[in-house]
């Protein structure tokens, strides 16, 4: 019965090697969002696809970047992941952009970076 | 960016109390949502308040939307021990677009 997907749940890298975190909903929704959080701290947005359309957050770092191939699938790519990019990282859905619209979270993955 | 400054950041309770928190802000929300997390997952949708003065119960979860839209709070009556976790508000300012703004989160911990 879940709804948004991740995987894996835990993830352990090599410093500067690429990674790939994956999120996938069953809801299908129009907005996928990818959030960082840091231990004891609040989830942080790195970006969102509105549909087809991808929306940066100003101080997400280049290192970062996302693909959505289609509505249920999106991607998280850490091009050169360093000891400081370790944390949990939250897939969430939204069905629209509108007000009204809640958030969905997924389980997050937790990226080691060793 | 936007701020929601959540309060208290922690409360140690003795099963069966109740508990209150908050979150304020200098800015108008359109949105506001209440989230728990557990240690390794991801948040869990509460409670979501979409207009002032709303109040909205879940079991023996009720939370308000504050008149002014700068606030918002969460009751838990009656604790037991599978409340423990970290509680999240969380304000949506423009249909989403922004992805939502967190406070820091309140940490509950209860003494059976």
């Not at chain 1, 991808?54 to 360093?82: H, K, V, Y």
Request: proline share 5%; net charge neutral.
């Amino acid at each position: 019965d879940a709804m948004v997907i991740q995987n894996p749940r835990y993830q352990v890298t090599q410093f500067g090697k690429p990674v790939t975190l994956s999120c996938s909903q069953t809801l299908n929704h129009n907005v996928m969002y990818w959030y960082q959080q840091k231990s004891s701290q609040a989830p942080k947005l790195l970006f969102h696809y509105y549909d087809k359309d991808f929306n940066n957050e100003a101080d997400t770092p280049d290192n970062f970047q996302s693909r959505r191939p289609n509505t249920s699938f999106c991607f998280l790519d850490i091009r050169s992941p360093g000891l400081g990019d370790a944390a949990m990282y939250l897939c969430a859905t939204s069905r629209d952009r509108a007000l009204q619209e809640t958030q969905y979270f997924g389980p997050g993955t937790r990226l080691l970076v060793l | 960016g936007q701020q929601l400054n959540q309060s208290p950041q922690s409360m140690f309770i003795q099963e069966g109390e109740d508990v209150s928190m908050n979150c304020t802000s200098s800015s108008i929300f359109n949105t506001w949502l209440w989230y728990k997390q557990e240690p390794g997952e991801g948040p869990v949708l509460l409670i979501a308040l979409y207009k002032a003065g709303e109040l909205t119960s879940n079991g023996r979860l009720t939370a308000q939307f504050g008149i002014t839209r700068k606030d918002s709070f969460l009751n838990i009556s009656a604790s037991i021990p599978s409340d423990v976790g970290i509680y999240f508000c969380a304000g949506l300012l423009r249909g989403g677009a922004d992805g939502l703004t967190f406070g820091k989160g309140t940490h509950l911990i209860i003494q059976p």
